[in-house]
């Protein structure tokens, strides 16, 4: 199946500060990437759907200048959360494919 | 919100049991899948079931699926402490790529 990495692994970044999660695709064309997100002991939510050359489908209540993607090539798709606050503090999972699924292995990020 | 509902939320047993989560969901759907994730972790792909299949079987995993009562469940037999994890159903809304996911069930396995 296609593999699918992460970087960075864990950040910790100061309040205010922007932080860039990159998602790559190492064997796989996605033409579509997907952004969770993940707080602490709750469940995956849908942040995002990234599409390769147009502009990410942000899902309801999901703030898009806040939560930046971009999908420059099939095999990438960034997410930069801009002036971080503790708040945003997470567990960002991207996933690609359709029929099946391939998920990263996750970036912690902890604002403080 | 279209996230699925698990129950129980949490579950915890001893070595040897089994243990059953349920999962319902919202939306018709092409399949149901289950994961799991240890904490911290990244997600562990167990188990696909189709809309036209009513159960399906891996290892000590068996899953079923009741598309009239838009239901499924995941049973884990003789369970054993590395089962320890949290289990998340996820569905995908017919026509779209995307996942939703149930909200987990958090099991604890003692030995």
């Known amino acids: 199946g296609a593999v699918v990495s992460q970087h960075p692994s864990w950040v910790i970044c100061k309040s205010g500060t922007s932080v860039k999660i990159e998602c790559r695709s190492l064997?796989?064309?996605?033409?579509?990437m997907f952004w969770y997100r993940q707080f602490p002991k709750q469940s995956l939510m849908l942040m995002a759907t990234?599409?390769?050359?147009?502009?990410?489908?942000?899902e309801q209540g999901v703030e898009k200048d806040k939560f930046l993607i971009n999908h420059a090539s099939l095999t990438l798709s960034t997410l930069t959360v801009t002036s971080a606050h503790p708040e945003d503090s997470s567990f960002y999972i991207c996933?690609?494919?359709?029929?099946?699924?391939?998920f990263g292995p996750g970036t912690r990020l902890t604002v403080l | 919100s279209q996230q699925g509902e698990e129950d129980p939320q949490a579950l915890s047993i001893q070595e040897g049991e089994n243990a059953t989560m349920n999962c319902s969901y919202k939306?018709?759907?092409?399949?149901l899948q289950w994961y799991r994730q240890n904490s911290g972790r990244g997600l562990v792909h167990l188990i696909l079931i189709r809309s036209n299949e009513r159960e399906k079987h891996s290892g000590r995993l068996r899953v079923t699926l009741d598309t009239s009562k838009k239901s499924s469940s995941l049973l884990i037999t003789a369970s054993r402490a590395a089962d320890t994890a949290s289990y998340f159903c996820?569905?995908?809304?017919?026509?779209?790529?995307?996942?939703?996911f149930g909200t987990g069930t958090r099991l604890l396995v003692s030995p």
């Open positions: 939306t018709s759907i092409n399949n």
């Open positions: 064997d796989f064309q996605a033409t579509t």
């Open positions: 996933m690609i494919g359709t029929d099946t699924q391939y």
């Open positions: 990234s599409n390769e050359g147009s502009k990410a489908t942000y």
């Open positions: 996820a569905t995908d809304d017919t026509g779209f790529q995307k996942l939703v």
